[in-house]
């Protein structure tokens, strides 16, 4: 039996097909209906999501073009239909500017006020959400997203373009009662990874690209480490050194905002340097005007860090 789907995507998918197809009449053909059905179905969506504003208009050689609500709502139709309910269609055809944004958790504990802020300012509605790494790349490719800050290492991906914001070198993080440092005044001077030797370790979980390099560091030194937890992101690393009176080795945030006064830091001082960068991503073809006006503040943050 052929998929019933509700009003509101069907009426979808005949202005997905006036999109891509160029016109009504092609658009009928794909469907396989009546070039009225079609003319129906977009008016129909456009008097229920914006107004009774046209979507798509006749340009020059009676060329079909969008208007503006129409890019957003085409762009947004990307995702998943299980995605599209009717308020989310709404938002997309809205004609308040807006940004839709995706963050990493450790990420946006430190920068999301900033850039509510910079939103705020330039009158940008915004829409915020969590999001892993593959999570992220996934939606920025489907264009459910404008804008999304993460760390490398990205999983691959296409239809992806990026900026790297901040490259942040590796430290040593312990709680108090853990031993490290001798009584060494962090400011005075760095550790090894051989340092680390026997004592309670917090790794990122095993999947993570984070602790398969902790995992090599400790072969190449020789060393074994008490691990007391694994943890997917810093918002989970603090409670647990402290829980455990353990350390880790993580990247240095402090570019981006100050590690819990309670926590010794330490340079991690390694043979070959390593580090991870802070990358913001948006959907091939370049970042939106929204996009670009959050990136922009976000930089002037970034450099008031320093």
């Known amino acids: 039996m052929p998929r019933k789907l509700p009003r509101h995507l069907t009426w979808l998918e005949a202005f997905v097909a006036v999109v891509e197809t160029g016109s ?4 009928a053909q794909h469907l396989s209906v009546a070039r009225s059905v079609v003319s129906e179905h977009l008016r129909a969506l456009e008097e229920t999501l914006a107004d009774g504003e046209t979507l798509v208009e006749r340009g020059p050689g009676r060329r079909l073009s969008l208007t503006p609500r129409g890019e957003r709502l085409f ?4 995702a998943s239909f299980h995605q599209l309910d009717l308020k989310r269609l709404r938002d997309l055809a809205s004609p308040e500017p807006g940004l839709r944004l995706g963050l990493n958790p450790t990420l946006s504990a430190l920068l999301m006020e900033p850039l509510a802020q910079a939103a705020a300012r330039t009158g940008l509605k ?19 997203l404008d804008l999304a800050l993460g760390f490398t290492p990205l999983p691959p991906h296409r239809g992806v373009e990026y ?16 031993g490290l440092g001798c009584g060494l005044a962090p400011e005075a001077g760095f550790l090894r990874v051989k ?9 990122w979980l095993r999947d993570d690209p984070y602790g398969g390099a902790n995992s090599a560091r400790f072969a ?10 694994r943890v997917e992101n ?20 402090r570019a981006l905002g100050p590690f819990p006064a309670d926590l010794q830091v330490w340079p991690l001082k390694e043979r ?11 959907p091939s073809g370049g970042a939106s005007a929204a996009a670009e006006a959050c990136l922009k503040a976000l930089a002037a943050h970034l450099r008031k860090r320093r």
Do not use: M, N
């Open 234 to 253: 810093f918002l989970q690393l603090y409670p647990a050194l402290r829980a455990f009176r353990a350390c880790a080795i993580a990247p240095d945030l």
């Open 75 to 78: 762009a947004g139709a990307q």
């Open 163 to 178: 900026r790297v914001l901040a490259r942040l070198p590796f430290v040593v993080l312990a709680a108090p009662g853990c």
């Open 220 to 229: 190449e030194a020789g060393i074994q480490v008490r691990e007391a937890a």
């Open 126 to 144: 915004l829409e915020a959400a969590f999001g892993g790494a593959h999570e992220l790349v996934r939606q920025i490719q489907t264009r459910q």
């Open 24 to 27: 009504l009449e092609a658009a």
């Open 272 to 282: 070959k340097a390593q580090a991870v960068e802070v990358v913001a991503l948006w």
């Open 195 to 203: 340092d680390l030797a026997d004592k309670p370790f917090v790794d």
